[in-house]
């Protein structure tokens, strides 16, 4: 038990006795409760609510009974049933038909409705897209598609997407992208940096893993749309201690396989660097809309592995719930009581009630149900068995 000595003890002495002598009598155990708190620090104060016994069934949390405001990380894996690996991909004939000069929507299974992510090509001046020359009706879905996603991830003073050269440095300008568009839904919050990984195939079995260089987590570059990383080949070492393994930062031309954006749910890919690592060339003519993302959905059903996580940030609140000895022992079930008069059913019910807590709802002040809780199993109480139950609310 802590002790008050010195002046705060000869303070709260007087304290005490100055509001017994106002009392007249009419002591109230909450303003001792009062008194004593001003001398005393953190976890040795006293509750001025939690101690009261309840007799109804309703009990008001104590001042000590509710811990809010925090905040939890949690990650899970990014795809549908939050797996963490997706292996197989299909798009839908009739969405090809409808948008596929645009983009390609990538499902896990043939028979799901619930998109996993998306796939589409863009081109500075339109290239890979029928041109006005050719179709007075040409919509360059090419062209639009790299200045939508310009206009969404770049400051207004770049004009193009900038890679890494050999040299660590962005200096390489992309004339053209390969995008792939997490479906909002996957990510919630934002995809988890340093917890994805893309395999590609491509022509004569050549294949590449692209991971970022996330590597704990930290940017040295925010830019409009948030955090930046750059796109590099190597392993994330799942199942080992290893931490991820960069391979090299550019493909073998040099230049680098694109940028990251984990808050938006973006993944720019180079497609020059990919041709010259696994063989894959977008058709740049512009006799026809050649849909080039259709050679990176692919590459990617080649490479059979898509693994990534999703991270967010969780609210969450904690509520002890406390049942003591002479509490919470008689239950409202009709079957414990009988005749007209409402008598208990036995005279057991009376000296040594058992009852079992199977659930425990959470109230405001106008007794309206906010939440309801579940215990794994019933919980048996009685005068002599006390319960605590933390219930966990995120929001």
């Known amino acids: ?19 017994l002598n106002g009392s007249a009598g009419a002591v109230q155990s909450e303003q001792l409760v009062n008194i004593l708190n001003d001398y005393l620090q953190g976890g040795d104060k006293i509750s001025a609510a939690g101690g009261n016994i309840n007799n109804g069934i309703f009990k008001k949390f104590g ?19 939050d797996t963490g690996s997706l292996t197989t991909f299909f798009t839908s004939s009739a969405q090809v ?3 596929g000069n645009y983009y ?21 001046s339109g290239s890979g897209s029928v041109s006005l020359a050719n179709n007075d009706d040409a919509k360059l879905p090419s062209k639009a598609t790299y200045n939508q996603y310009r206009t969404v991830l770049l400051d207004q003073t770049d004009a193009l997407f900038t890679v890494l050269n050999s040299s660590g440095v962005e200096a390489v300008d992309l004339s053209d992208i390969y995008v ?3 479906a909002r839904a996957r990510y919630k919050e934002s995809i988890d940096a340093g917890n994805w990984s893309l395999n590609l195939s491509g022509s004569a079995g050549k ?57 938006q749910g973006f993944i720019i890919l180079n497609p020059t660097a990919i041709s010259a690592s696994i063989g894959l060339e977008p058709d740049l003519g512009v006799n026809a809309d050649k849909e080039n993302h259709k050679q990176i959905y692919n590459a990617i059903v080649a490479g ?7 991270t967010e940030n969780v609210s969450t ?9 002479r509490e919470f022992n008689y239950s409202n079930n009709p079957t414990f009581i009988s005749g007209s008069d409402n008598t208990l059913r036995y005279d057991a019910f009376k000296r040594d009630p058992k009852i079992f807590i199977t659930s425990v709802g959470l109230y405001n002040d106008a007794s309206e149900l906010l939440a309801v809780a579940k215990t794994s199993q019933p919980i048996q109480k009685s005068f002599d068995k006390e319960v605590l139950i933390k219930v966990k609310l995120d929001f």
């Open 1 to 19: 038990m802590p002790q008050i000595t010195g002046q705060d003890g000869r303070n709260l002495t007087s304290a005490i006795q100055g509001y």
């Open 63 to 81: 001042e000590f009974d509710t811990v809010t405001g925090k905040v939890e990380v949690v990650t899970t894996g990014l795809w549908t049933g």
């Open 97 to 99: 038909t409808n948008s």
């Open 104 to 124: 390609y929507n990538v499902y896990n299974s043939a028979a799901t409705s619930s998109v996993q992510f998306a796939v589409a090509y863009g081109h500075v």
């Open 180 to 182: 792939i568009n997490l």
């Open 207 to 263: 294949e590449v893993t692209l991971i970022d260089n996330s590597g704990k987590k930290f940017s040295d570059k925010v830019g409009k749309a948030g955090r930046v990383f750059d796109v590099v080949s190597g392993s994330l070492n799942l199942g080992t201690d290893s931490a991820a393994t960069i391979n090299s930062t550019t493909s073998s031309n040099g230049e680098g396989w694109g940028k990251f954006y984990p808050d």
């Open 304 to 310: 059979k592995d898509f693994e990534a996580r999703r």
């Open 317 to 325: 609140s904690h509520y002890f719930v406390r049942a003591t000895n």
